[in-house]
């Protein structure tokens, strides 16, 4: 009964700390641009009548794959089947897409409670869900109105890590689930090879004491099971043998052979030697077989710069606010929780032992837990997108924490209070006010009478005209106008788009003049819809003021551009004239 408990917990406070967001997602808005390309790429698979990777509007109507797997497609399909046949498959996609939220802050509470009841009392675990669903760096990607997978990414990678805490034992069961569990979280986005990863990793710690052979094999057997057979059902757009290293492909299928075959290694040392004399041939052949991979893919090891060349990649992820470093009081909004728990990790490295073999394994344990969560900080310090990870570390060791102080103090109940007081206002409230004082000045100017709301919500009346033909806007924009309207658009932020977000970034940077500029004429455009903001547009911030951009903000576009109307949200329509 304490689960499903959790869940609502977590889930009701998802809601709560959301109720800012909740007027304009009920009117019909979505708060990230992914969310409406994710429904947009849904819808175009029910028309097909199977789910597709594509989406055939973009890149001026030539179609842009977008990079993801299809396993959270799949999982709204089913959120949003049941409702489809009384309100329409629109509606329902987007009826189970706000709904992702919540239901996914759920389990997160879920899963990191249950990955701390071994090490917590039971009396704590309610911290975790709480924990999971107010700490700025979840909340961010947690807020309503956003369809992606960043919340179930956690989920599964959690679950992993709880999975293999229960293997520890020489538990062959939970060894096995940890693998499907980690294979599930590699198809669902690779972003999570890394700490799926240093998570099997604790078993080779542990086998280097206690021979689970056995045991690594089921979770290296279940990770290559799961992602031999995704691969089957969700193959790249070029088909089983096309090598992508941003989406489940054949890739990480050779990494879970690699693994299986390390393992089964590790299974005939043991059984051969024994384990003190198979201990540095063990971790040689794990090594070797991870560095095999590496040097088959080496791009992998580039993370998102290995997908394209080194100056496309500067101008694409440049723009990208998820991909910028976080900096100032952000660093304590986001990863303050984090820090925190590599501290408390560091602490119990440091602590003074009880004494004997086990207290000093325990002790070399919470050195690698203490690695692990530094390396989560280091990533959420580069790239925003990566902020998640240690919140999640900090939520699952919060119920440990608070029981560790009261064992510490039981003899003095009121100190005992006071520190588990003092550790939820840290972890809990600090973060949480910081973010209220952190809010954007570009936000607050934006909203000022000078400048329109730029909302497109009801931009599709004024891009009639423009129905089926390709229409020059900002790359950011494309996701909601292809899901709104019938227009194509030029170009967007998603990887395998790369060319049409560039000759779009082209677009706007050109300098007009009497005749159409080269760069507007190579996208294919024949309309333009722009519309005024507050902050310089990004793209073209390191030009002088006589770009596209900058004459069409200043109200005064070339002669080629006709204006044919605009809205009450600042949106101004253009049509190119030849």
């Known amino acids: 009964m304490m689960y499903p408990l959790l869940f609502l917990l977590a889930a009701a406070l998802n809601i709560v700390a959301g109720a800012h967001q909740w007027p304009g997602v009920l009117a019909g808005s979505l708060n990230d641009p992914d969310s409406y390309m994710r429904l ?112 179930l990414l956690l989920v599964l990678i959690v679950l992993t890590v709880g999975c293999v805490a229960r293997a520890w034992h020489d538990n062959i069961t939970y060894g096995l689930l940890a693998g499907v569990s980690g294979g599930f979280a590699i198809w669902l986005t690779p972003e999570t090879m890394p700490f799926v990863l240093m998570a099997f990793a604790v078993l080779l710690l542990r086998w280097l004491y206690v021979p689970l052979g056995k045991t690594i094999t089921a979770c290296a057997a279940g990770f290559f099971d799961v992602l031999s057979i995704a691969l089957m059902i969700d193959p790249p757009q070029g088909g089983w043998g096309v090598p992508e290293i941003d989406r489940l492909s054949l890739v990480y299928v050779v990494l879970g052979m690699l693994l299986l075959a390390g393992a089964g290694g590790l299974w005939l040392l043991e059984a051969r030697w024994r384990l003190k004399h198979a201990r540095p041939l063990g971790v040689a052949l794990m090594v070797l077989a991870v560095a095999a991979w590496v040097a088959m893919f080496p791009k992998v090891a580039m993370g998102p710069y290995g997908i394209m060349p080194a100056a496309d990649a500067r101008k694409f ?8 470093p976080v900096r100032g009081l952000d660093l304590l909004v986001y990863l303050g929780p984090g820090a925190l728990a590599l501290a408390y990790a560091l602490w119990r490295v440091a602590a003074r032992p009880d004494g004997g073999i086990v207290a000093g394994r325990a002790r070399w344990l919470w050195l690698y837990i203490a690695v692990c969560d530094a390396v989560a900080l280091v990533l959420g310090v580069q790239f925003m997108l990566f902020v998640e990870f240690a919140p999640a570390a900090a939520a699952v060791l919060l119920p440990v924490a608070l029981s560790e102080m009261s064992l510490r103090f039981e003899a003095r109940p009121a100190l005992a209070m006071v520190s588990r007081l003092g550790l939820l206002l840290a972890v809990l409230l600090v973060p949480v006010a910081a973010a209220g004082l952190n809010k954007p000045p570009a936000a607050q100017g934006a909203a000022g009478a000078d400048y329109p709301s730029c909302n497109l919500r009801e931009i599709a009346p004024l891009l009639v005209p423009a129905a089926g033909q390709p229409v020059l806007a900002g790359a950011d924009a494309a996701p909601e106008l292809l899901y709104r309207t019938q227009v194509e658009t030029v170009g967007s932020l998603y990887h395998h788009g790369l060319q049409g977000y560039l000759r779009d970034r082209a ?45 069409l903000e200043a109200g005064n576009p070339p002669a080629w551009l006709q204006p044919l109307g605009s809205n009450a949200q600042g949106w101004r329509l253009y049509k190119i004239t030849f």
Not at 126 to 134: E, G, I, Q, S
Not at 317 to 324: C, D, L, P, S, T
Not at 512 to 536: D, M
């Open 317 to 324: 992820f440049g723009v990208i606010a998820q991909q910028q």
């Open 507 to 551: 677009a706007w940077r050109a300098t007009p003049g009497a005749q159409v500029p080269a760069a507007v004429l190579a996208t294919g455009a024949r309309f333009v819809l722009f519309c005024p903001t507050a902050a310089r547009y990004p793209l073209v911030a390191d030009l002088p003021k006589v770009t596209l951009w900058d004459v």
């Open 40 to 151: 947009l790429r849904l819808e175009d698979g029910i028309r097909a009548g199977h789910l597709v990777i594509t989406v055939a509007r973009d890149d001026s109507g030539a179609g842009v794959m977008v990079e993801w797997s299809r396993l959270l497609d799949m999982v709204l399909w089913l959120l949003a089947a049941p409702f489809a046949p009384f309100i329409g498959w629109h509606r329902a996609l987007y009826v189970a897409g706000v709904a992702l939220g919540p239901l996914g802050v759920g389990a997160l509470g879920v899963v990191c409670a249950w990955v701390a009841e071994p090490f917590a009392a039971r009396r704590f675990l309610w911290a975790a869900a709480v924990a999971a669903a107010l700490l700025p760096g979840l909340q961010a990607f947690a807020i309503p109105g956003v369809v992606h997978y960043h919340i």
